[in-house]
T-cell receptor
């Protein structure tokens, strides 16, 4: 499968726990984006990487959120001390180059915080 | 920063009729406008996009038009089929922040 993959697909956690999601982009893509999508809304930008460098972070990304892309390939998004308001679909997308290129989305990780 | 408004939020059309979804954007520097289709429980799929150096682009039953002066762009689906039922999102590329800003989505229902 040469598309964007994400794991796990679903995660249920109790409030206060930490969770980590993984995204594997299309192999030759340099850009990797994280979005959050809540029911009935469009994807909201969280952060992006150009290779291993994190270049932009949204104000939505509180200090409980951290993202890494250590070798410029896969990326992880960690949420510490989860809150019920963190329940959402977390989507990853990748694009070939910097700038306005097509972004291809992964299937997402649905997080439910109880 | 960039802001994208999408209308209508829901749209119901008879099979075979046309559907039009409209979006407006705020940043005149935006130069790339993709449209995504998202079926229930699935990932957003890129269906068509347009860059600011063209006014219209067509791919079979789908077309997108762009009016840079008015800062709006539209998705046109002709000869609609039941499999066109989905949520459609427009987006605009925010050149300064180097990111896509999405509209709120349109739930399109095709009635047989």
């Amino acid at each position: 499968d040469t598309g964007v993959s994400q794991n796990p697909r679903h995660k249920i956690t109790k409030r206060g726990q930490n969770v980590t999601f993984r995204c594997d982009p299309i192999s030759e893509h340099n850009r990797l984006y994280w979005y959050r999508q809540t029911l009935g809304q469009g994807p909201e930008f969280l952060t992006y990487f150009q290779n291993e460098a994190q270049l932009e972070k949204s104000r939505l990304l509180s200090d409980r959120f951290s993202a890494e892309r250590p070798k410029g390939s896969f990326s992880t998004l960690e949420i510490q001390r989860t809150e019920q308001g963190d329940s959402a679909m977390y989507l990853c997308a990748s694009s070939l180059e910097q700038g306005p290129y097509e972004q291809y989305f992964g299937p997402g990780t649905r997080l439910t915080v109880t | 920063g960039e802001n994208v408004e999408q209308h209508p939020s829901t749209l119901s059309v008879q099979e075979g009729d046309s559907a039009v979804i409209k979006c407006t954007y705020s940043d005149s520097a935006s130069n790339y406008f993709p449209w995504y289709k998202q079926e229930l429980g699935k990932r957003p799929q890129l269906i068509i996009d347009i860059r600011s150096n063209v006014g219209e682009k067509k791919d079979q039953r789908i077309a997108v038009t762009l009016n840079k002066t008015a800062k709006h762009f539209s998705l046109h689906i002709t000869e609609t089929q039941p499999e066109d039922s989905a949520v459609y999102f427009c987006a605009a590329w925010a050149q300064g922040a180097q990111k896509l800003v999405f509209g709120q989505g349109t739930r399109l229902t095709i009635n047989p």
